[in-house]
């Protein structure tokens, strides 16, 4: 169940050469023209007197819940966006994983660019909901069938430690799990998702175990509950997260439902659904609250996050200060008006003056984790006796925070920071020369009735503070102040998960810490912050620093800049297949960009595995400012068998590069760019491909199919679903339809019956899996399949093969499928597995993962007419991605014509 990209590459990876983000294709990283990729869309969120109206509701509450699953996707959305909409309670989730070894219904990101796109997909969700984000470790290794499976590739004290960090940094009252911890999850990573959130609970507070060293300072939750959806009657607690809230416009359940449709790459969009929706949990555990369950009537019952009991736990000089505070934040509620909230300002900043003094006469609070490089001691700082408990530093901490969004709001400051381009060179030196920083335009509007003092404004983030411009000018009501700074970076801001790689593949080396996703990735973009006096109270305000540009349909479109390497050299796959031992050639295509913002001259060359010669040493080129080209090279040789590496790299101003950077664009999240090595493995295998075979092939998702057969030297073109109707099919003699290609395409499903009739006329037609919800296409397969509501897979990729008819033309032509063929194989053999199949197909094989019964549905044919049919669950996608020989076989094999071929005429 490893995932099957190519980041295996510790053989290599010391010499810097090979760091492959993906054995997904990034070829659309070639395109020529350097023209910005727009922002995804942000996720909607509040904005005007809807968002102060919010805000100010919020100032006060002190209830804390941390939710806890496996995925991206497993959150229950209803749940999360009822309690920080509509409670205001702080509210977070925890995914173990990024989801990185799911499958992707968007595009053909797999492994860890996959779960870049879901951490980003997870970030819209939780600006719709309101929630925060956190993750462990852990990474996504496949489909997992039981608990002992997944703690094989994860060490659960490793992953638990994890949890307990995040217990002990967000400190929440409640926690509640999604799963339930046992088999009934249905998949191992639940199971110990379920598992994992209980002993945290249960040892959040153990020191001796976790000390605070490493872990930070002690917490102990309160309750735990579980989520009961899937058995409602268990359920002792029920929450109606249909609740209509007139400041949203709508109830907590729709703004649940928009967040729930950001998981795009799962397919998971849902409807917004008006009326009553319960929600429902099941109280598990719990050192307060009344001992009849059945009696509760909210997650806080018996947990007292009153003011009444946190006032006891401050200096008695500072409890007035807090009585202020708590009556002042009343009276502003009670005096705001939506059509002009600049009358709240004063006492708005008044009511923030107050409670900036309780925090601050409560000691500095909790420090954060400090945490180091792999194999460096954590440290924590200090704590003084001046402290308040972390109760309630937590409180003061997010009552403060709240006070200061809504006195921004309230006065109507906005700030916007504007690049000449999207890309920022970083630094090799620690002298910065200005021709290799980037120009940026700061305005600070004033769109409130309040005149606003402007201290100065900064950029900040990995590029460091690099200029500043001080200003003792008052910013008037609709008025607008513009600053000229210069950014310049020292780091890329690659992800920071990914900063130390993966530990034995199954989990990341990065340390956690107590700062949420949100905090991390800010900490690593470029920003701008703008001190302000507003009302008498000092206030900092930040903006992500973007290139932004009008485009004539999508209008208003802004990117972020991205500190990147100053040359970047990306080839067109970080994986190809290659045939051994024939000659081959190939045009290779080297795309090289600049980031910086003069001419750049840059050579070109590749390093090529033993037998292959290009036909140049090298190419120069002079690339203009933030320029972009690509550079091909033909190779030509043979090639001996076996795993061979290829490496593109660029030489500016004596230095050389060989970084790679691959931006991933989605319209529903923030780009996020991946960084690497510029570096590709060939994997050279002995095949044998169809004589006279020319293939179509239909596009799924997460598909590579394509490309493996071009990389093959088969014949092949794509056939767009739109066009079936009209494509002459006649001079095919196979068609492959991709995995999940009629979930994928309506158009497809209703063009179905020509590519049967194909068949029937004397074509080879080849159908890689679907989902479950081929059960609710009918007519899909010639013949009735069975798919159980769970559909079975077998998910260890060394599972034994066993060959039910080894003689049959798909096992032996071209290529005699033998042992070695299923050697090599990552993350799982096969995928939604029918159940139950009609007598008419042929199995060709049968496997079945330990202690479980076989199953017959991974390779089926069927003659249909003068041709056949055959329908594939082999989970082959990731094997062509991952290069792995048996897969490149079985695909020749696939697509050889019929053994008794008939030209089709259609």
């Keep these: 169940m490893r995932h099957g990209t190519v980041v295996t590459t510790r053989d290599v990876a010391h010499r810097g050469l090979l760091k492959v983000v993906s054995a997904a294709a990034v070829a659309a990283a070639l395109v020529v023209s350097a023209l910005p990729v727009r922002l995804a869309a942000q996720a909607t969120t509040e904005r005007g007197a809807a968002a102060l109206g919010s805000v100010l509701a ?118 509640v799990a999604f799963f339930s911890g046992t088999p009934r999850d249905g998949h191992g990573h639940h199971q110990v998702s379920g598992l994992l959130a209980r002993e945290a609970y249960e040892l959040a507070g153990d020191t001796v175990r976790f000390p605070v060293q490493e872990f930070g300072l ?218 290799d920083s980037l120009p940026v335009t700061v305005r600070l509007f004033n769109r409130g009735r309040v005149p606003v003092q402007v201290n100065f404004t900064s950029v900040v983030g990995l590029g460091m503070p690099s200029a500043f411009v001080r200003s003792g000018g008052v910013l008037a009501p609709d008025s607008t102040f513009t600053a000229s700074l210069w950014a310049a970076a020292f780091a890329s801001d690659s992800p920071w998960w990914r900063v130390y790689g993966r530990k034995g593949m199954d989990w990341f080396q990065a340390p956690i810490d107590a700062r949420d996703e949100v905090q991390q990735q800010n900490e690593r973009a470029t920003r701008v912050q703008a001190s302000l006096l507003i009302a008498g109270q000092n206030l900092t305000i930040t903006a992500p620093v973007v290139y932004r540009w009008a485009d004539p349909v999508k209008g208003d479109q802004q990117q972020p800049v991205s500190a990147v390497p100053g040359i970047t050299v990306n080839l067109a796959n970080s994986m190809e297949y290659m045939r051994a031992g024939v000659p081959v050639e190939r045009m290779v295509p080297v795309r090289i960009q600049s980031a910086y913002p003069h001419e750049a001259k840059v050579l070109v060359r590749l390093e090529l595995p033993e037998g292959l010669k290009a036909d140049s040493v090298e190419r120069e080129r002079v690339l203009p400012a933030n320029g972009v080209e690509i550079v091909w090279f033909r190779v030509r040789g043979t090639v001996k068998e076996g795993q061979q590496q290829l490496v593109a790299m660029a030489i500016h101003d004596g230095a050389m590069s060989t970084n790679s950077s691959y931006l991933i664009q989605y319209d529903h999240i923030a780009p996020m760019r991946l960084y690497g090595g510029s570096g590709m493995y060939l994997s050279a295998v002995n095949v044998r491909i169809p004589a006279r075979a020319r293939v179509g092939y239909i596009k799924g998702v997460g598909d590579t199919g394509y490309e493996a057969l071009q990389q093959l030297d088969i014949p092949v073109e794509v056939i767009e679903p739109a066009l079936l109707a009209s494509t002459n099919l006649s001079r095919f003699t196979a068609i492959v339809v991709g995995p999940r290609a009629y979930e994928a395409s309506e158009v497809l499903v209703k063009q179905n019956p020509r590519l049967l009739d194909f068949a ?89 993962d330990p202690d479980e019964p076989a199953n017959d549905g991974g390779l089926l044919v069927t003659s249909l007419g003068k041709g056949r049919y055959v329908y594939v669950t082999l989970a082959l996608f990731r094997q062509w991605a991952a290069g792995v020989p048996g897969g490149a076989r079985i695909l020749a094999n696939l697509v050889n014509s019929a053994p008794t071929p008939v030209a089709p005429k259609m």
């Design 218 to 435: 002690p917490w102990t939750p309160s309750k735990f509950y579980r989520s009961a959806r899937q058995v409602p009657d268990s359920a002792t607690l029920r929450i109606n997260t249909g609740e209509y809230d007139p400041l949203l416009g709508r109830s907590y359940y729709e703004v649940s439902a928009e967040s729930r449709s950001q998981h795009k790459s799962q397919g998971f969009g849902v409807l917004q659904r008006k009326g009553v929706m319960y929600a429902y949990l099941s109280r598990e555990a719990s050192r307060v609250g009344p001992d009849d369950v059945r009696s509760e009537r909210s997650l806080f019952d018996g947990v007292d996050t009153t003011w009444a009991m946190l006032r006891t736990q401050l200096p008695a000089a500072v409890q007035p200060v807090l009585d202020s505070a708590l009556a002042g934040t009343a009276a502003v509620r009670a005096a705001y008006r939506a059509q002009d909230p600049s009358t709240i300002v004063e006492p708005l900043a008044d009511v923030l003056r107050q409670w900036r003094a309780v925090r601050n006469a409560s000691g500095r609070g909790v420090p954060l984790l400090i945490t180091s490089q792999p194999g460096r001691p954590s440290r924590l700082g200090p704590r003084t006796a001046q402290e308040a408990p972390p109760a309630v530093w937590d409180a003061l901490s997010t009552t403060v925070a709240r006070a200061e969004e809504a006195l921004a709001l309230a006065a109507g400051v906005a700030l916007e920071a504007t690049a000449t381009q999207s890309t920022l060179p970083v630094r090799e030196a620690v002298k910065v020369e200005v021709n």
């Design 58 to 175: 919020g100032i006060g509450t002190t209830g804390r819940v941390l939710t806890v699953a496996a995925h991206p996707d497993d959150e229950d959305t209803p749940v999360i966006a009822w309690l920080a909409r509509g409670r205001h309670v702080e509210t977070a989730y925890l995914s173990l994983t990024r989801g990185d070894g799911g499958q992707n219904l968007i595009g053909n990101e797999l492994g860890e660019a996959l779960g870049a796109i879901r951490t980003q997909e997870l970030l819209s969700a939780r600006r719709i909901d309101g929630g925060r984000q956190y993750f462990t470790r852990a990474y996504d290794f496949g489909f997992s069938k039981n608990a002992e499976e997944t703690y094989e590739h994860w060490p659960k004290d490793s992953i638990l430690g994890d949890v307990v960090r995040v217990v002990r940094a967000f400190r929440p009252h409640v926690i």
């Design 760 to 848: 029937r006329a004397g074509g080879t037609l080849v159908v890689q899996y679907g989902a479950q919800n081929m059960n609710a296409l009918p007519g899909i397969t010639p013949y009735p399949l069975q798919w159980a509501p769970r559909a079975a897979r077998v998910t260890m990729e060394q599972a034994p093969v066993t060959l039910l008819q080894p003689t049959h033309p798909l096992l032996t032509t071209p290529n005699r499928i033998g042992p070695a063929d299923w050697t090599g194989w990552v993350q799982e053999r096969a995928t939604y597995m029918p159940s139950v199949i009609d007598r008419r197909y042929t199995p060709l094989l049968r496997m079945n």
